[in-house]
């Protein structure tokens, strides 16, 4: 039986405990050097900035090849990380998309069952957080989210195994560290992430970000507006003496939060 996964193909060596360990040193080092910087201190004997150091890891770390490991017993796959710590144990029929030591740590990952999907802990439990009811599980780039496939429809679910948004929709088509739009049909809906994950619904006929300063603008039946923290539709001149959070406005208490 072959192994079903998302090939990743990674000409560079395997990283190691003592890789990781480096990497682990050089964060170390970081640290305490733009603890230093912000406080206009010198550490002696250091002759490099925090920027100089951060470049020398991202170059150290793109020598290896920090991928999950997929490991066969009894007809059945798992996945190990390059320390050898079994995330998912040998039960599975196939492994989703692999992930990156450095850039994925801890999260979620992804196995199949009975030809469907389901997303497990990685902590060599076997736990699931989902039933194995999808098509496809993947990572979307914006944490700590997952975009599902069921019947030919996307969802959205956390790294927790919730429902986001449900498999209702056709596509996603815009995220960035606020907002996740999506379409259904000829209508759009959107989640917003900095309002503890508001899920609005595809009624829509547009949703707009005019810059990373201002709230999103929706418009419906020609009307055009903006959704307050409660999932509620304003129209702009509702909106200008409004002193609540508007879905889609830079909110510094949440932004960028998993």
């Known amino acids: 039986m072959s192994v079903k996964s998302t090939t990743i193909v990674v000409n560079k060596p395997k990283a190691t405990v003592k890789n990781l360990q480096f990497v682990k040193k050089l964060d170390n080092i970081i640290d305490d050097i733009e603890k230093a910087e912000e406080n206009d201190e010198v550490i002696e004997g250091n002759r ?66 009975n030809g469907k999907a389901g997303l497990v802990k990685p902590d060599g439990s076997g736990e699931a957080l989902t039933p194995f009811v999808y098509d496809s599980i993947s990572y979307m780039l914006i944490e700590p989210y997952y975009t599902v496939k069921k019947d030919g429809k996307l969802g959205i679910i956390g790294k927790d195994g919730h429902v986001i948004a449900p498999c209702i929709l056709d596509e996603i088509t815009h995220a960035n560290g606020r907002c996740i739009v999506f379409r259904s049909g000829n209508k759009y809906g959107l989640l917003d992430r900095t309002c503890n994950d508001l899920y609005i619904a595809p009624q829509y006929d547009k949703v707009e970000f005019v810059d ?23 129209t702009c001149e509702e909106a200008l003496d409004y002193e609540g959070y508007l879905v889609g406005e830079y909110n510094p208490d949440t932004f960028f939060k998993d």
């Open 48 to 113: 490099r900035s925090s920027y100089d150091l951060a470049m020398i890891r991202s170059q150290y770390i793109d020598r290896y090849d920090w991928y999950d490991t997929i490991f066969e017993k009894n007809g059945k796959y798992g996945t190990k990380n390059v320390t050898g710590k079994v995330l998912l144990p040998a039960k599975y029929d196939g492994i989703g998309e692999l992930c990156h030591k450095i850039y994925c740590g801890n999260i979620p990952r992804v196995a199949k069952l």
């Open 212 to 234: 990373m300063e201002q709230p999103c603008t929706v418009t419906k039946d020609d009307v055009e507006g903006v959704i307050n923290e409660y999932g509620d539709f304003m």
